[in-house]
């Protein structure tokens, strides 16, 4: 096992101290629940398209086990991830802080003080969704990939952020002598790594599977639980799979057919996970959400038009159109939430957090930017956001004095704006009549254009490490 090189790991250590299918904050305030507290169960995927599942159109992967639990689901379809790529998404999930108010709006930051750029960590004033609801009265889970931390800081690993219990993958690091390995999952900060051996799983999710069923199968607490399950598929980079003949007949490409066969894994692990839950008799009141963290991606040389990724939206991950943010959403909630119904309420990744506030009985932190979905899943009138809003900052270089890695959107009702790039002109779309964004009437509708250019500005707040921040022109 390769951690820590020269003998190092222990001063590292010192230094921080269903019938069908399956159904027959730190100093949170603590209110009595107009609801029996269910167990919540959030599935999120990574990277998966809003067309990448049966349920969302999808016509050539199978997806049959998230479909039928899709069917007993509310279903989204107007629903956004907190960002386009993998930490600022996460980031807004996590703590219920939109794109223009988080701390991480990008996989890097600027870190000034080192003159490099570099993964930036939740701050520790930031309340994440453990640290809610285990005051409330949860044991708190967490399984997969994290992505808001510091490597070598365990203070920012999930164990340290609430969860009673993680086991967290993590990027290969290196930071002078130090080494993390990507090929371990790491087991409530250090205290025992577990080796990920690609010949004996099917794929990642399958080994995280184990260790999440595992541990029910040894779970003594009759807590109510919050399980955060953050699946790996159909990231690109986890390009080595079991040999396997999934999709063979059809002659794809081999990257396609990994791509696809990546999705059914998912499937498969999902229903192994919940299928365990209900046979130890855990699902009988129990909240399950799935969604995936952004848009459909188009790496390692996978195109995102071959299977129809995103459906009719245009572009795919790190974009801010609908391609890159709009992101499949259902809710499975037995009693409680009317199963097969379709809802078109807007919503986006900061709204989780207060909606498990409601359902926990918790007053969300005032961090918060988002809106309590739980009246929309009990069929009641819903509040709606005046607007939502999203920044990402891309690490590229800027073109002709224009930094196009700096992106922004606004969605207000049926109107979408778009813009690429910081000295760039606002594009304007009219959903209602053009979901796939094709049509910019930016020039006939000058007033909305003076609006959304004003809510660019008042959206974003300044961040050290992000240099656009709250500095719009």
């Known amino acids: 096992m390769t951690f820590m090189t020269n003998g190092l790991f222990c001063a590292f250590i010192l230094t921080f101290a269903l019938t069908p299918l399956i159904h027959a904050q730190t100093n949170a305030e603590v209110h009595t629940a107009p609801l029996d507290k269910p167990n919540i169960v959030l599935l999120l995927a990574d990277d998966l398209g809003y ?59 600027y870190i000034p003080e080192r003159k490099i750029m570099d993964r930036i960590a939740l701050q520790a004033n930031e309340t994440t ?27 920012t690993w999930a164990a340290s952020r609430g ?22 999952d790491w087991v409530n900060g250090l205290s025992e790594a577990r080796y990920y051996d690609y010949t004996q799983y099917s794929c990642m999710d399958e080994f995280r599977t184990d260790q999440a069923i595992n541990y029910f199968e040894k779970r003594k607490t009759d807590k109510p639980f919050f ?123 900061q709204d989780i957090m207060p909606t498990l506030a409601e359902i926990a009985g918790v007053k969300a932190p005032a961090q918060s930017d988002g809106i309590s979905m739980l009246p929309t899943f009990l069929n009641q009138p819903q509040k709606k956001h005046k607007h939502l809003y999203w920044e990402i900052h891309l690490n590229f270089k800027p073109k002709n004095g224009n930094d196009l890695g700096f992106r922004q959107a606004i969605r207000q009702g049926n109107w979408k704006a778009v813009r690429y790039g910081i000295n760039s002109t606002t594009e304007l779309y009219d959903l209602s009549i053009d979901m796939s964004e094709t049509n910019n009437v930016a020039h006939d509708h000058p007033e909305k254009i003076a609006e959304f250019e004003r809510l660019f500005k008042e959206s974003s707040q300044a961040n050290p490490n992000f240099k656009y921040g709250g500095n719009l022109r």
């Open 51 to 109: 067309g990448e599942l049966g349920s969302y159109g999808q016509k050539q992967i199978k997806t049959p086990f998230l479909d039928q639990l899709a069917d007993q689901s509310m279903r989204f379809t107007d629903f956004y991830a907190g960002n386009a790529v993998c930490s600022p998404s996460r980031a807004v999930l996590m703590t219920g802080i939109n794109s223009g108010h988080s701390s991480i709006r990008g996989n890097r930051g």
């Open 129 to 155: 969704l453990a640290e809610m609801l285990k005051p409330a009265g949860y044991e708190t889970l967490y399984f997969g990939k994290w992505h808001l931390d510091d490597p070598y800081n365990l203070k």
């Open 163 to 184: 969860f009673d219990h993680a086991v967290q993958g993590q990027w290969k690091q290196r930071n002078g002598e130090f080494e993390i390995d990507s090929n371990y």
């Open 227 to 349: 399980l955060f399950m953050s699946y790996r598929v159909p990231h690109a980079h986890e390009v080595e799979l079991r040999n396997n003949t999934m999709y063979k007949q059809h002659n794809w490409p081999e990257i396609e057919r990994k791509h696809a066969a990546r999705i059914s894994m998912l499937d498969e692990q999902v229903g192994r996970l919940l299928r365990h839950l209900k046979a130890i008799g855990e699902l009988d009141n129990t909240l399950i959400i799935f969604t995936s963290d952004n848009g459909g991606q188009n790496e390692k040389s996978h195109d995102h038009t071959f299977f129809n990724s995103n459906g009719v939206f245009k572009g795919y991950k790190r974009d801010l159109y609908e391609g890159g943010i709009r992101v499949p959403f259902f809710a499975s909630w037995p009693g409680k939430i009317k199963a097969k119904t379709t809802n078109s309420h807007i919503g986006s990744f």
